[in-house]
């Protein structure tokens, strides 16, 4: 017959069922199996499938056509919606992608990482100011000047590649709170447009930071003093005490000391650092009786100290007069000493540690300093002489081969003087004279002594560096007594030592002024020398970049960088430099190059690089690339594709019924239900299961061929009995004419089917070694039966219904047999059985078992690809027949 008008196709799954095939008749959309003509029915009992049941009774009338507030319906408006949506958002979103600044991460993506600040601190270098940001040392113009080895290490040959150090001093106080730590990067290049970075950190030296970012709070005069005061200066450790640091720009004059003409001073027991004097005490004619607060204001232009009770006391010092709450004296009790002379600022600092190089200064004040003890030692001549004047009061003989001494007549010379009896007391007197020849005393911290914002005097009479002098009183009025001594290496004593620490044996004269001389130290100021060549001699233009640390050490600035750190050589984004340096400057001219006069771009008069070259307001950057616009018009050209093709139908609704109707299976050949088991976690239980739910969705009053389809991919033969047991159960359900057994086996189906519909794989699978009774009664139908028995309906039956029992109760017993014990069939051989209702014309229900031979193949097998067996190689079995192979 000729096909309908509007044929349908459609794909209907059932409970736990395998895939539905629907097809039509004119066989356009055969998917599954090949059309059957309607002789070639396995029943041979109807000659179409529109007589396979001849029913009169009709289902619900529907119609086929849209439907208003529905479900379907809705959804169709959503899709629209969401189609409109999309034709207006997709064309603004290829736009965006192209006019919408690039996200900041990816900013110079095209050359290697370089830390980059945030946009809102980019402004640090526009600030104007005067001089350059940072001051870089000249580039040298002589040839001796340059380096042309760094080439060698490159390249293995030298070239007339070259670098040289490079000093460099940071100068832009308004970084003061910005940027805590900033590193110095070194940037080089030959034509101001292509950069390279030739130094950084690693290069730098005597710090690998700019430790201050102005001239005014990075230079500094600095002093560290003696490990030790001077022995008589220990009172000072005991009572309350005010140190001064005195700075002078103009050198001190020393005190008049009285003249000593007598020979034998030196043999003439009198003050020494090993005598335990009081200071308190009256001192000597020649002894220095300190400095008054007129004598300050004389020799001192500038002043600072501290206060209070020193090495770890914890008497109040705030109550002391002119002593603040930190130790520290007031400036105006300073200012009141020097009226009108104060050129900068002093502070004292005490070390933590006297014995060791570096000074590592305490944040405590004075009374918290720990004090320490020295020792004064006398020299070995001195020593010598006094045991010798000893010997010679005892009337003792001098040592053999001492020379004679003035003011000792017959000291010296005398051979074998000195008997072997008076050796054990020589030795016994050593011992004695090694204490007296060594005195221990408490000592004052060791001193750093720092001069900041030095103002030097309007006069030409100046010292090139100011010197410093410790002066200690016990009160401000003075006297003020230095508590160090210049080294005198004529002296019988050696320095003064902290205990433990190696006694300095060679010492040299030096004078107080050089001794007491301070150094100046720029805190702001690195010396670069890199290892990488900044070029070919020539044009050279050098840029200093001063890079904060908190953008350096951020690892989000390093995603393609190894250990975070710069590459020497590596290429760099040319200006503007304010997105990456805090501070910025540069240097221009001819490196190495004597003769080289020829004016460059952006180079001013005094050798520096315009900074409107170097610094600007940053671009933003946007994805304006040709990458980017090609990639933009494969989409718009998708997009137009899209939607020339769903715009025609979108807007057509589409035409279903709501409900079913017996009607719209006229149109088809037949229904496939394909249940599949395999050889895994699937056995008889599984199966059971499976084809319940599959015969469950038979349709009311079908008008083609519904068939279920089981595969068994095991080829085992109990899958194959038991589901012949099913089939016994189908054909024992009542039958009394007419529909009466479709009704009867849909009632009784859908039933059993919600008995089983909760079976999971745990508790039916191939891995159950026995079911569990309860499981076993719902799955064998025992409940099914046990309920539907007390349907009015179904209690008529009778002794009808004892078949349907006998054909359960077979069911159950072979399930519950061997539960999962399988036995494989003949390999090479297909097994197919089909299932026909006693009646045929009752329902359009089939049932078919397939089970495709599983034949052992040959090792010869051709794979394709080396994936897939492309041609199959397999091996007959002995004396095989057609009929016995597959």
């Known amino acids: 017959s000729a096909p309908p008008s509007r044929p349908l196709n459609r794909i209907v799954r ?28 396995a029943d041979g009992t109807e000659s179409d499938g529109s007589s396979a049941i001849g029913s009169s009774v009709k289902g619900a009338e529907t119609h086929c056509m849209p439907v208003c507030c529905t479900a379907g319906c809705f959804c169709h408006v959503t899709y629209i919606l969401l189609f409109l949506t999309y034709v207006v958002i997709f064309p603004l979103w290829c736009k965006w992608l192209l006019t919408a600044p690039k996200p900041f991460g990816y900013w110079g993506q095209e050359f290697p990482d370089f830390p980059r600040m945030p946009l809102h601190l980019t402004g640090l270098a526009l600030v104007p100011q005067d001089g350059p940001q940072i001051e870089i040392s000249p580039i040298p113009t002589s040839q001796t000047s340059c380096n042309y080895t760094c080439s060698s290490d490159l390249r293995g040959f030298r070239t007339s590649e070259m670098n040289f150090d490079i000093t460099l001093r940071l100068n832009k106080p308004d970084l003061a709170g910005e940027a805590h730590s900033t590193y110095p990067v070194l940037l080089t290049s030959e034509d101001f447009e292509h950069w390279m970075l030739v130094g950084d950190r690693r290069d730098s030296s005597p710090t690998v930071f700019f430790d201050q970012v102005s001239d005014k709070a990075g230079r500094a005069y600095t002093s560290v003093q003696d490990r030790c005061i001077k022995p008589k200066a220990n009172t000072f450790t005991r009572q309350k005490t005010f140190i001064l640091a005195c700075v002078s720009w103009k050198p001190i004059p020393p005190k008049e000391e009285k003249e000593d003409d007598d020979a034998d001073d030196a043999l003439t027991p009198g003050a020494s650092p090993l005598d335990d004097g009081d200071e308190d005490e009256d001192e000597g004619e020649g002894e220095d009786k300190g400095w008054s607060n007129e004598e300050l204001g004389e020799h001192c232009q500038v002043l600072g100290g501290v206060c209070g009770w020193p090495c770890n006391s914890d008497m109040p010092f705030m109550s002391l007069p002119g002593c603040s709450a930190t130790g520290v004296i007031d400036q105006a009790t300073l200012d009141a000493l020097l009226p009108g002379k104060p050129l900068g600022n002093v502070t004292v600092e005490a070390c933590t540690s006297a014995s060791s190089e570096e000074c590592v200064t305490s944040m405590e004040p004075m009374s918290q300093w720990p004090c320490h003890n020295c020792l004064v030692r006398e020299r070995d001549e001195r020593r010598r002489l006094r045991r010798l004047r000893r010997r010679l009061a005892a009337g003792l003989p001098a040592p053999p081969g001492l020379p004679g001494l003035p003011g000792l007549p017959g000291a010296g010379g005398l051979p074998g003087a000195l008997e072997d009896d008076d050796e054990d007391a020589d030795e016994d007197e050593d011992e004695d004279e090694e204490e007296e020849g060594e005195v221990k005393f408490r000592s004052l911290p060791r001193f750093l002594v720092k001069y900041k914002n030095a103002q030097p005097p309007k006069d030409l009479e100046i010292l090139s560096s100011p010197q410093v002098h410790i002066l200690a009183a016990h009160s401000m009025e003075g006297p003020w007594k230095k508590l160090y001594d210049p080294i005198d290496p004529e002296s019988d004593y050696l320095p003064p030592s902290p205990e433990g ?60 960088s190894k250990d975070r750190r710069f590459e020497p050589g590596q290429k760099v984004m040319p200006p503007p430099f304010n997105d990456r340096c805090v501070a910025v400057s540069g240097r221009c001219g001819h490196a190495c190059e004597p003769y080289g006069n020829k004016q460059m771009k952006h180079c001013l008069p005094n050798g520096y690089i315009n900074m409107s070259a170097l610094v600007d307001d940053i671009p933003i950057q946007y994805n304006r690339t040709t990458p980017v616009f090609m990639f933009a018009y494969v989409l718009l050209l998708g997009f137009a594709v899209k939607t020339v093709m769903l715009c025609p139908g979108i807007f057509s609704p589409y035409k279903r019924c709501q409900y079913y109707d017996p009607k719209m299976t006229e149109s088809l050949r037949y229904v496939l239900v394909v249940g599949v088991t395999g050889g895994g976690d699937e056995g008889k239980g599984t199966m059971v299961r499976n084809t319940i739910g599959m015969v469950s969705g038979l349709p009311p009053l079908c008008k083609c ?82 309920k539907i028995r007390k349907d009015v309906k179904w209690a008529k039956f009778g002794t009808h219904l004892d078949k349907l029992q006998a054909a359960l109760d077979a069911l159950k017993a072979d399930l519950d047999t061997d539960y999962n014990k399988f036995t494989p069939m003949v390999p090479q051989a297909d097994y197919v059985r089909d299932w026909l209702p ?14 495709r031979a599983k034949p052992r193949e040959d090792p010869r097998n051709i794979m394709v690809q080396h994936v897939a067996v492309g041609t199959w190689y397999y091996k007959v079995p002995p004396n095989a027949t057609p009929k016995d192979w597959l």
Request: contains cysteine.
């Open 14 to 41: 059932g409970p736990r069922a395998g895939t539905v095939a629907a097809m039509q008749r004119d066989g356009l959309q055969e998917a599954v199996l090949s059309r059957e003509t309607p002789e070639s029915d």
């Open 838 to 851: 006693p009646v045929p014309e009752s329902t359009s229900l089939r049932l078919h078992f397939t089970s």
């Open 705 to 786: 061929r519904f068939i279920v389809c089981n595969n068994e991919e095991g080829h085992r033969l109990e899958m194959l009995t038991c589901w012949e047991k099913f089939c016994n159960v189908l054909a024992a359900i009542p039958n009394f004419g007419g529909n009466t057994y479709e009704e009867n086996l849909r009632e009784f189906m859908g039933l059993w089917c919600m008995e089983t519909q909760e079976m999971r794989l745990e508790s039916v699978g191939a891995t159950v070694r026995k079911l569990d009774e309860k499981i076993l009664a719902r799955l064998s139908g025992m409940t099914a039966i046990a």
């Open 501 to 560: 620490m190696p006694v300095q044996q060679d010492t040299f004269k030096m004078s107080e002024d050089e001794v007491r001389s301070m150094s100046l130290v720029a805190s702001n100021k690195l010396t670069l020398s890199p290892q990488s060549c900044f070029g070919k001699r020539g044009p050279m233009y050098i840029v200093a970049c001063a890079v904060n640390q908190s953008s350096y050490d951020d690892a989000s600035q390093w995603k393609n």
